[in-house]
């Protein structure tokens, strides 16, 4: 069993930034994938960022230059660091580990 507990989201205007953090403990194998979806209201989750193996980032193009996501192999961590943010990014953001979802925080674009 693995547990993710995500921290970051919140309220922030176009243009602004936020860091997402998610901390992933319990049974968790050396090679894996970690990573962000997200779910826009009314619409279907989808990939922002993962990386696999600890070195392979995939990036959605909607956020290619604007999110970047980091890793921390030996504390089984990863933030998901989001720049010049748009209405478009508001979204429940959920931490991804190997099939394991996190509950989920609330990012919301809006002036």
Same mark, same amino acid.
């Given at each position: 069993?693995?547990?993710?507990?995500?921290?970051? *989201?919140?309220?922030?205007?176009?243009?602004?930034?936020?860091? /997402?953090?998610?901390?992933? =403990?319990?049974?968790?194998?050396?090679?894996?994938? +970690?990573?962000?979806?997200?779910?826009?209201? $009314?619409?279907?989750?989808?990939?922002?960022?993962?990386?696999?193996?600890?070195?392979? !980032?995939?990036?959605?193009?909607?956020?290619?230059?604007?999110?970047?996501?980091? +890793?921390?192999?030996?504390?089984?961590?990863?933030?998901?660091? +989001?720049?010049?943010?748009?209405?478009?990014?508001?979204?429940?953001?959920?931490?991804? /580990?190997?099939?394991?979802? *996190?509950? $989920? !925080? /609330?990012?919301?674009? =809006?002036?």
């Amino acid at each position: 069993q693995v547990q993710l507990v995500e921290s970051g *989201g919140g309220l922030v205007q176009p243009g602004g930034s936020l860091r /997402l953090s998610c901390a992933a =403990s319990g049974r968790i194998f050396n090679s894996y994938t +970690m990573g962000w979806y997200r779910q826009p209201p $009314g619409e279907a989750r989808e990939l922002v960022a993962i990386v696999s193996g600890g070195v392979r !980032t995939n990036y959605a193009d909607f956020v290619k230059g604007r999110f970047t996501i980091s +890793m921390d192999n030996a504390k089984k961590t990863v933030d998901l660091q +989001m720049n010049n943010l748009k209405p478009e990014d508001t979204a429940v953001y959920y931490c991804f /580990l190997n099939g394991y979802w *996190g509950e $989920g !925080t /609330l990012v919301t674009v =809006s002036s």
